[in-house]
């Protein structure tokens, strides 16, 4: 049974940094994307890693200033942003790459708030 | 990069008839579109993929269409849980290009 599941909310302030959690079971070998959505609007890729060899790609946008690892196991994600900004608040999402066979983000974390205020 | 646009913002259509929501590309990307929906509070959920293949557990009330730049997903007799937003998304594993549009919201009539 695949699950996604993603770590709390957060409140930070600017400047600060935050590192979100996404803990996966029931499969292996898929790659992970993370995917963020500001209050009322719409979805915005940021990038995937690759669990098994800690590879990433991310969207030039956030190229510098956030970070996806991996733990050992290869079971939980991590993506971390730096120098938050205002405009940083987001719903954060981690899905799952459905890779060959189902080419989209088949599942998905259930979001982690992030709040950059002061 | 390539650009995705969804031309409605919104669209109201009533319960049990038909919605046609579109998206285009700025360029050519072949079949590589994908459909998710997504409700208020809700992550979103894959409908749609390869332009028009269905994703488990989707109901067959829900059709994509579409290659190249020009793409729809066409819901027929409209229920009550299908009021939502949908986005389209260009996925490509490589070159990466996963961007998405900027979505339509389907509200009641």
């Known amino acids: 049974q695949v699950q996604v599941v993603q770590s709390g909310a957060e409140l930070k302030k600017p400047g600060a940094s935050v590192k979100v959690s996404c803990k996966t079971s029931?499969?292996?070998?898929?790659?992970m994307h993370w995917v963020r959505q500001a209050p009322g609007q719409g979805l915005e890729w940021m990038g995937w890693?690759?669990?098994?060899?800690?590879?990433?790609k991310y969207a030039q946008k956030f190229e510098g200033r956030v970070t996806m690892t991996r733990d050992s196991a290869a079971t939980t994600v991590y993506m971390e942003i730096s120098s938050l900004r205002y405009d940083d608040t987001a719903v954060y999402y981690c899905?799952?790459?459905?890779?060959?066979?189902?080419?989209?983000?088949?599942?998905w974390g259930q979001g982690t708030l992030v709040t950059v205020s002061s | 990069e390539i650009e995705m646009t969804q031309s409605l913002a919104t669209l109201s259509v009533s319960p049990g008839e038909r919605a046609i929501l579109s998206c285009r590309a700025s360029?050519?990307?072949?079949?590589?579109l994908v459909w998710y929906q997504q409700k208020p509070g809700q992550a979103p959920r894959l409908l749609i993929y390869?332009?028009?293949t269905r994703a488990a557990g989707v109901p067959a009330r829900f059709s994509g269409s579409g290659s190249g730049t020009e793409f729809t997903l066409t819901i027929d007799s409209l229920q009550s849980e299908d009021f939502a937003v949908y986005y389209c998304?260009?996925?490509?594993?490589?070159?990466?290009?996963?961007?998405f549009g900027q979505g339509t919201k389907l509200e009641v009539k």
């Open positions: 998304q260009h996925y490509n594993s490589w070159p990466p290009g996963y961007t």
């Open positions: 029931g499969f292996h070998g898929h790659f």
């Open positions: 899905a799952r790459d459905g890779a060959w066979t189902i080419r989209g983000f088949d599942y």
């Open positions: 390869s332009a028009s």
């Open positions: 360029q050519s990307i072949n079949n590589n």
């Open positions: 890693i690759n669990p098994d060899s800690g590879g990433t």
